[in-house]
């Protein structure tokens, strides 16, 4: 939709999602997909949700943090999937310049909050496996839930003030944005507004927002790399660094995936290889991240094994 400045320029008030074009015979197959795919997302964090709040067993810092990375995982499902199951459908689909923030400010909670639990869960491993001694002191309920709450309050702080500033920027050229979700980048390139500042302070918020989560989990696997090997036994170091294969393998997908976004140049990118990265993190990781920690971690098999028995 259109509507007329006091200059008599063109504002744009709504915008138009491409998804995924020329889909043609595969139309049916890609909407299968996506519908399972979410379905499998909902039930998989919903049920490490349950399990580790009717498990006394799994009342652990580790578990209070997954049940954070589930819920992230939940918000950023419903966010992005029902909306694409729609654009797919209709080939394409409008969302008012309210909703496509609305959906923005989400998806980027959901994201940031990823990174942030992520590290925690970290830094959760190396007190647990470099000071085993001194583990519940320093990291108690107590601490658990004052880490949560700030986490939560950092994320709420950067990614409103992106959103705010977004909502400043005018739109009065196209407003066909070639992708299947409100992303920052694409909006800032439609706006004909001036966006250097935004881009600094981008800029500055990614820092804090995702390279310092990531410096602190490759700083927590280097003490705890270092700590395994001191082990004597083979068997030993395995059962150690066991405990953290989950955690690691969720790390090595999700930030795989979003510096492969973010951070490798668009010119190198075609726009078909950038939806399907943003697949990667928007739909598959969100999916196979309660299906990592059940078959690789053994207390939540035990769980599920239980869990199965009384149904």
Known sequence: MLAMHATNQTIITEFLLLGFQNLESFKTLFLFLFLISH????????????????????????YLFLTQ?????????????????????????????????????????????????LSIMAYDRYLAICKPLRYCNLMNNAVCIKMIIISWILIFSIILTDTLSLTQLTFCGPNI?????????????LSCSDIYFLEVEVYIWSILAIIFPLLIITGSY???IQAVLRISTKSGRWKTFSTCSSHLTVVCIFFGTLIGSYMVPAKGKSLTVSK?????????????NPI????RNRDIK???KKFCKIS
Do not use: K, R
């Open 69 to 117: 990375l589930s819920f992230s995982d939940l918000l950023l499902t419903t966010v992005i999937v029902p909306n694409t199951l729609y654009i797919i459908y209709n080939e394409g689909g409008t969302m008012s310049f309210a909703g496509c923030l609305a959906q923005f400010y989400f998806y980027a909670f959901s994201e940031v909050s990823e990174c942030f639990v």
């Open 177 to 189: 944005i070639d992708h299947f979700f409100c992303d920052l980048v694409p909006l800032m390139e």
């Open 276 to 288: 399907c990265i943003s697949l990667l993190y928007t739909v598959v990781t969100p999916m196979i």
């Open 302 to 304: 035990e769980a599920i």
């Open 222 to 224: 280097v003490y705890i």
């Open 292 to 295: 990592i920690y059940s078959l």
């Open 39 to 62: 379905l499998l997302t909902i039930f998989g964090n919903l049920l490490i949700i349950w399990l580790v709040i009717s498990n006394s067993s799994l009342q652990s810092p580790m």
